[in-house]
């Protein structure tokens, strides 16, 4: 895909998006309310049209090749970049889904193995250390210092004992 | 004036309390550190930072944070210097002569200078921010609703006259930002609006620091590891030899560039309280007049002192420059100070002029705490030189799951819902695919600090004008204001007729 195919694409998709916020928008009236002013629906209503206005912006300037980008006929992402980036990207998507089944302690340092070991390749010992040392600042940090408690999913119970120490 | 000195000595005792002072110090440490840590800057760090200090009160966080802010903008010259890469984007200019000296073995020329000019930078601009500041606020006191609004109308407005980018596209940036500031409940009418695709975690709204994570975070290193695809692999880190003795004949040298930190310093002061102009633009103004004005502009680009010293005063001067605007009107004057701005909402401090009035002690906290940092992030860069350069050797594929792993986390911890992190992603994933086709995203994340603050001036505007939309043209500070800002706002256009105009003459000329 080359940069100009991409640039027509997000055009398109953030255009079809606005329309929806438009539409969604005008569930809250909009326009002047007799005595309250403005109605709830108003400036998002307005401020979604000026998104799909600029979004046919682009699109005119896509059509009348203008501009570095519109006019652009490199590669969008280069298949090797693609991959690596699209990697990381898998692996955080993977890692948040798992905050809520396997918790955030069980999540973070498969996400952390991952990275350092397989994306990384430093040593076992080098991955492994910051996979288990990272989430133990985490949890003295966030759920110690400043009471957030983070998800857990099925490892709630292992944390109980650990909080009766704490609290 | 001697109120405002008293004032200032005030604020001075609360950066002497322990906590705010080892807040300080550590800030400045882990803003030199961020600073130079390629593709991270002073924005990234404060955004993933934020959730970090909702440990101590609103002054010390702060302090916390514009202490990363000073010292990323130290910080971005080491990798400018010994990579040849921009530390962050407000160090480029930095890297045209600081990159030829770091080659003739004079890295450690380069890097004085770097430190004393950010440190002339900050002085000079934080003492004009002492002096401009409170009669700015004072000023800013008689400002209703229709002025806050043409204030935030001239902030966007500076982003599509001067920002540079695509006009459509930074329009649809502070448009989307807006709106996405607008999901949750109406204000004034509490009904549930834009609950997209009805689901409900977006009845507590969008947190501004979502987008900011999402985009400085996660989209940001995301664009990181496509570089490092590109690069393949580590760069070429020069040699530095520091020792004492060089180092005092370094900062002698540096007394004959004076001109050229001064101009600096007070050029990135006032380009800096521009929202869309800042550091970037400023270092780079800075670098072009010192070679005008220079004796030798030969000997720029081939590792000439002023050159490295015009764009880091300029970059430290005007990190102070987009606290004025933030402080005494509440609008931000960067990115950073954007997401700054964002933080004291959720600590409870309401920004605007009130503020120096209404928390007077957290305002002067903050001006003092900028002259300490100063200071501090001065001694600490010539101070651990040898240690900052081995800090760049860190693998980059280390320190980029930590980040993340704060990332997801700080994209929780502001409202502890999940919705947010999955929300974090998806911008960070888009964000990321949109900056590859050019998008500003910074006025994005402008508008979705200033989207709550804007609709309600906005509204209140027209009631008090009944509908009447002439009431941000009639009223002495609006009227003048919103006009400069509809100038701005049409400036790429009347540059294009301008040019439209005189084309034929000056192709038959």
């Not at chain 2, 043409?150 to 500076?158: E, G």
């Not at chain 2, 101009?263 to 070679?291: D, E, H, N, Q, R």
């Not at chain 2, 002192?305 to 970059?315: D, F, I, L, Q, Y």
């Amino acid at each position: 895909m080359t940069v100009r195919t991409a640039e027509l694409l997000m055009a398109l998709m953030m255009g079809a998006f606005s329309i929806y916020l438009m539409v969604k928008s005008y569930e809250l009236p909009v326009g002047w309310i007799k005595g309250s002013g403005p109605g709830g629906g108003t400036w998002p209503f307005w401020l979604s049209a000026i998104m799909l206005i600029s979004c046919l912006g682009i699109l005119f300037n896509w059509f009348r090749k203008h501009g570095p980008i519109a006019s652009s006929t490199r590669v969008y992402i280069q298949s090797h970049v693609l991959m690596d980036v699209a990697a990381v990207a898998a692996s955080l998507i993977v890692t948040v889904a798992l905050f809520s089944f396997i918790g955030i302690y069980g999540a973070l340092p498969l996400f952390l193995i991952f990275y350092l070991r397989v994306l990384g390749r430093h040593s076992w010992l080098l991955s492994g250390t910051l996979s288990i040392l990272i989430p133990v600042v985490i949890f003295y940090f966030f759920e110690i210092t400043l009471k957030i408690i983070l998800p857990k999913g099925i490892t709630e119970p292992l944390f109980l004992p650990l909080y009766k120490m704490f609290f | 004036m001697l109120e405002t000195l008293q004032l200032l000595g005030s604020g001075f005792l609360i950066v002497f309390e322990p906590l705010n002072l080892a807040l300080i110090i550590g800030g400045c440490a882990l803003g030199l550190f961020i600073g130079a840590m390629p593709g991270l800057g002073s924005v990234n760090g404060v955004a993933i930072l934020l959730p970090l200090t909702f440990l101590v009160p609103p002054t010390g966080a702060i302090i916390f944070l514009a202490a990363i802010y000073y010292g990323a903008m130290y910080g971005g010259a080491i990798s400018s210097i010994m990579l040849g890469i921009p530390g962050a984007s407000t160090a480029v200019a930095t890297t045209f002569d600081g990159r030829p000296l770091a080659k003739q073995g004079l890295a450690d020329k380069a890097l004085t200078a770097a430190a004393v000019a950010s440190f002339v930078g900050g002085s000079i601009s934080v003492v004009l921010f002492t002096f401009f500041a409170p009669p700015l606020a004072h000023v800013a006191l008689v400002f209703g609703a229709p002025e806050e609004f043409a204030l935030m109308m001239l902030a966007f407005a500076t982003f599509v006259g001067l920002g540079g980018d695509d006009i459509f596209k930074t329009i649809f940036s502070i448009a989307i930002g807006l709106v996405l500031s607008a999901i949750g409940f109406d204000i004034i009418s509490g009904e549930p609006r834009l609950v997209l695709w009805d689901i409900t975690g977006f009845l507590h709204g969008v947190n501004f620091l979502v987008l900011a994570i999402g985009i400085y975070g996660i989209g940001e290193m995301l664009w990181t590891v496509e570089e490092h695809a590109l690069g393949g692999g580590e760069s070429m880190l020069s040699e530095a030899t520091v020792t004492v003795k060089r180092t005092m004949a370094n900062l002698r040298e540096l007394v004959g560039t004076w001109k050229t930190l001064l101009m600096g310093s007070v050029l990135g002061y006032f380009v800096g309280i521009l929202p869309a102009a800042g550091a970037t633009p400023g270092s780079l103004m800075a670098y072009g007049i010192a070679k005008q004005i220079s004796n030798e502009p030969e000997k720029f680009g081939k590792g000439a002192v002023e050159g490295v010293c015009a764009p880091e005063s300029a970059n430290n001067a005007a990190s102070t420059g987009s606290m004025l605007p933030m402080l005494t009107l509440g609008i931000p004057g960067s990115p950073t100070t954007a997401i700054l701005l964002g933080g004291m909402v959720i600590w409870g401090l309401e920004p605007g002029p009130r503020l120096f009035t209404d928390h007077s002690e957290f305002v002067w906290g903050l001006i003092a705490s900028l002259y300490a940092a100063n200071l501090f992030a001065v001694i600490i860069n010539l101070a651990f030189i040898p240690v900052f350069i081995k800090i760049l050797k860190t693998p980059f594929t280390i320190l980029a799951p930590i980040i993340f792993v704060l990332c997801l986390i700080g994209g929780y911890a502001p409202t502890e819902s999940m919705h947010d992190v999955w929300l974090m992603i998806i911008f960070g994933i888009v964000g990321y695919l949109m900056r590859k086709l050019d998008y500003p995203l910074a006025p994005a994340v402008l508008a979705i600090v200033l989207g709550p603050l804007a609709e309600p001036a906005l509204r209140q505007s027209l009631i008090i004008s009944d509908g009447e939309f002439s009431i941000f043209f009639t009223r002495a500070y609006a009227g003048p204001i919103m006009i400069a800002a509809l100038i701005l706002l049409f400036l790429p256009l009347l540059k294009i007729i301008y040019v439209r105009l005189r084309g034929p003459k000056a192709v038959s000329g």
